[in-house]
């Protein structure tokens, strides 16, 4: 090739090549900083409408970026709804596929990564502070997903939010070393603060990308938080839920449980007061301990290129239909709070698509130009993101135990009950009863809605394995559920 003609096509290729050369070194992958509260219900934001409440740090990341306001887990196969709700998140599974290896272990199987681990394997420095349930076996998964670890959870001991025994983590020849540290009497919110606020101060000046997955354990109770935060709210200001009743109408089968058993029955509003009010002062006292986590971000020159996630792992019913704990599947429990901010995505812009959490890992590989392992049930929203008028789900169901089954379409909700042999079946619209009030299941002219979506509820039944024999226990669950339905 004669040399004119190498050279024009050499600055040609090199002119084709630039642009997307200098788009990567302009565009570093994106951090990631995750705030995974505990037990929050969806309605305990300010700046979404909870006039009664302080959180003006969440507050912030609703004005500066996207809130979606149909966002939901998908129940529990577990009493405790934190710990399959939290393998959901990490494994990408739906919850009768989690292959769990013991009755309440939920530890993820080694053939399922991690979204921590895609990211630590992708060159990220993964770390993480707070609750960690489960995650701490032989060849578990924080093994597999946190470079490192600070101020962490894990099981057992939890005498109060200024009581919890944490430890600190590192690695020997990749060995997992836990040291048990005192709390001293400090919250766990402020400790858990303290590591993120170290974490990102020594982030200064380093260009590798982060995950920091930071996961309160409030507002969880026990509700117990500094004085200066509980003595914010008075109990006789605090409004009670609109759904709330002294007793839930017929036995939900959860009645028996520790979360049912904290407040006796009947329920009164009193009562339910002087919990809200500290669970509001639990909340806003966790909203500070986020600021503090936001002014560091800033301070490591890193917040322009961050990636911020706001949720939590359930919700909880504080007196709605009756109830007090989250082991149900109504809007309270199974609906939760879930905010994005960061490079790309709009500011103070809500969506009202429907959602599982758990969408949040294919979704972040996508944004940060990852693959997502083929073992992911879950599907990305970016799109939503993107384009306010984006269809993302259809529908949506919950389950919770043997008990109860739901679907949800973008208008109704179905839920079924089965609890020791007896059928209850409530058909809510949403978009006229968000509350959950008004049950349309014997209203005539509802007949060919609760035929449709009893159909489409057999359909998730066999289209998310819920009652197969693939996973014994967690589908254990399933058969039970269905053999009583199909009996009535």
Known sequence: MPAPLAMILGLTLITLLTPSILAEAESPRPNVLFLFTDDQRPD???????????????????????????????????????????????????????????????????????????????????????????????????????????????????????????????????????????????FNADLFADACVEFLEGRKGNDQPFFAYVSFMTPHDPLNAPKEYLSMYAPEDIALPENFLPEHPFDAGVHHIRDEKLVKRPLTADKLRTKLAKYYGLITHTDAQIGRILEALEKSGHADNTIIIFTSDNGLALGSHGLTGKQNVYEHSVKVPFIMSGPGIPSGQKRDQLCYIYDIYPTLCEMAAL?????????????????????????????????HRSVRDKRFKLIEYCVDGKRQTQLFDLANDPHETNNLATEEDQKNTLQRLRKLLQQERRHLNDGNTLFPFTNQLGKEFWGTYDKN
């Open 44 to 186: 305990t934001i300010a700046a979404l409408g909870n006039e009664h409440i302080r959180t003006p740090n969440i507050d912030r990341l609703v004005h500066d970026g996207v809130s979606f306001t149909n966002a939901y887990i998908m129940g529990a196969s577990s009493m405790a709804v934190c710990t399959p709700s939290r393998a959901c998140l990490f494994s990408g599974r739906t919850l009768w596929n989690l292959e769990s290896q013991g009755k309440w272990d939920f530890e993820i199987s080694e053939k399922n990564k991690t979204i921590a681990q895609v990211f630590r394997e992708s060159g990220y420095t993964t770390f993480t502070t707070g609750k960690n349930d489960p995650g701490f076996g032989k060849n578990g998964h924080f093994v597999r997903s946190f470079s490192a670890g600070e101020n962490v959870y894990y099981r057992g001991g939890h005498g109060g939010q200024n009581n919890t025994p944490l430890f600190s983590v590192s690695y020997d020849k990749g060995r997992l070393l836990k040291t048990k540290k005192p709390s001293e009497g400090k």
């Open 371 to 403: 693959a997502v392992p083929e073992t992911v049930q879950f599907r990305s929203f970016k799109s939503a993101l993107d384009e306010p008028e984006t269809e993302h789900r259809q529908h949506l169901s919950f389950a919770f135990q043997q008990w």
